[in-house]
């Protein structure tokens, strides 16, 4: 169910110079994306530049497959310490900051590990190993920050910051993938991974100097104490946690929500991989090339978030999915019109640029979705089934790329998922009850 935005408490000793999250909506843009992208900025590296890297040394789609889910895993289990950061908190310094700082310090050094890595084309698993505690430690800071979010965003904020959120883990994916990517093809495994490095401790500055609210301690040994809000007051027992929300996820909106991304991000997984292969060894573009597109793609994936954002704040949540969907069947179908004509690599990056905008503008809304469908006294535990739901659909789509490449022509499989679009996007302008706020603006 939908909640309100709770009223903070400022500490009066608190100077009125300083600002923090609850008070300002430009901190709360600059800190929410600084956070989106340090987690996209290692996932773009693992599942775009290391998957084309493979591909052009020569692996096997299923050793690919087998990579990426790895790297992909602990996003669709992050329901599994999503209760620990709902319940246990650090409150001096907020209800969700220290759970984030302390996520994008594990994110840090296992990046820092990468780095150790003298051979990681021979050591494969020590390589996917790695990609796994960097995603471990990303989704860790998702699932704190998803919480945050729901907490200090107002609900006129929503679509506009999903817009800002999704756009900046979407710029932190092409430039780890197609920016690492290029890095990597020119100076070596080593060098990438310093500068993504570099770039993490840049992205993680803005939760060691921004508070969540007036009054919080900045880091633990400083002074300050917890500003106190509604949620701190509406403790629920574990048991009665649970049962609010297994009802909340099963209810009929949620249900229906989950179902469009799930099976979203099923398709974008098991593409991901058969794309990243079929371009690289079929249709004559090199590793850093074809990694590139996430370049191309970042600006249409940002222009569809920020329109989708807005335009669900002001007319709704189902219609802007649904038309969403209907753009990215649409882009589906027509290349695989266009297959006989895929040695040109202009279809590709008409094809990149397109899909770009229907899936910023459909993610955007879905989270926008979940979000007005979160309880406050469970919000990090509620928002992280839904995502961890769409993860675990990217997961299994990944895994089985490999299986579907052995049966199936990638045209005939790009048939398939503009079919799947279609439908969905039927499905989505039918309902009614796809989210509280479809009916309001």
């Known amino acids: 169910m939908a909640f309100a935005s709770p009223t903070y408490a400022a500490s009066p000793s608190q100077p009125e110079v300083v600002r923090s999250l609850s008070d300002s909506s430009a901190l709360r843009f600059v800190n929410f994306g600084a956070i989106y992208f340090a987690q996209g900025l290692p996932m773009g590296f693992a599942v775009l530049a290391v998957p084309a890297w493979l591909a052009e040394v020569g692996m096997s789609t299923s050793t690919i497959g087998a990579v990426s889910a790895t790297t992909m895993l602990p996003w669709a289990f992050k329901v599994v310490w999503a209760p620990l950061v709902d319940r246990l908190k650090y409150r001096a310094m907020g209800r969700f900051r220290a759970w984030i700082l302390g996520a994008q310090m594990g994110l840090i050094t296992s990046t820092a590990a990468l780095i150790s890595l003298r051979s990681p084309l021979t050591h494969i698993h020590a390589l996917a190993g790695v990609l796994f505690a960097q995603a471990l430690f990303a989704s860790m800071s998702d699932v704190a920050g998803d919480g945050l979010a729901i907490e200090v965003i107002p609900d006129s904020e929503r679509g506009l910051a999903n817009a800002v959120m999704s756009g900046s883990q979407a710029a932190g994916n092409a430039i780890g993938g197609a920016g690492l990517s290029a890095v990597l093809a020119m100076a070596g495994f080593r060098v990438a991974a310093g500068l993504s490095l570099l770039l993490l401790c840049i992205a993680c500055l803005p939760t060691v100097l921004l508070r969540e609210r007036l009054g919080e301690r900045l880091l633990p040994w400083m002074s300050g104490a917890p500003a106190l809000i509604e949620a701190d007051r509406a403790w629920l027992p574990l048991a009665g946690s649970v049962r609010l929300l297994v009802r909340s996820v099963l209810a009929r909106p949620s249900v229906r929500a989950l179902a469009v991304w799930t099976v979203a991000y099923f398709l974008s997984g098991c593409f991901g991989v058969l794309m990243t292969v079929g371009a690289v060894r079929n249709h004559g573009f090199r590793q850093a090339e074809y990694a590139s597109l996430g370049v191309l793609a970042l600006g ?38 266009l297959s006989p004509y895929w040695s040109d690599k202009g279809v590709w990056v008409v094809q990149a640029l397109v899909w770009g905008a229907a899936s910023g503008a459909m993610l955007t809304v879905l989270t926008a979705v979940f979000m007005d469908l979160a309880d406050a006294r469970f919000a990090a535990t509620q928002f992280a089934v839904c995502m961890a739901l769409g993860n675990l659909g990217s997961v299994l789509g990944r895994a089985s790329a490999g299986v579907l490449e052995a049966r199936f022509e990638l045209p005939q499989l790009v048939v398939g998922a503009a079919a799947a679009f279609a439908v969905l996007a039927v499905w989505t302008f039918r309902s009614s009850a796809i989210s509280a706020r479809s009916r309001t603006t």
């Open 300 to 337: 249409t994936h940002l222009m569809g978030a920020f329109v989708g954002g807005r335009l669900a704040d002001r007319k709704g949540r189902a219609p802007v999915l649904a038309g969403a969907l209907v753009l990215g069947a649409a882009t589906w179908a027509g290349f695989a019109l």
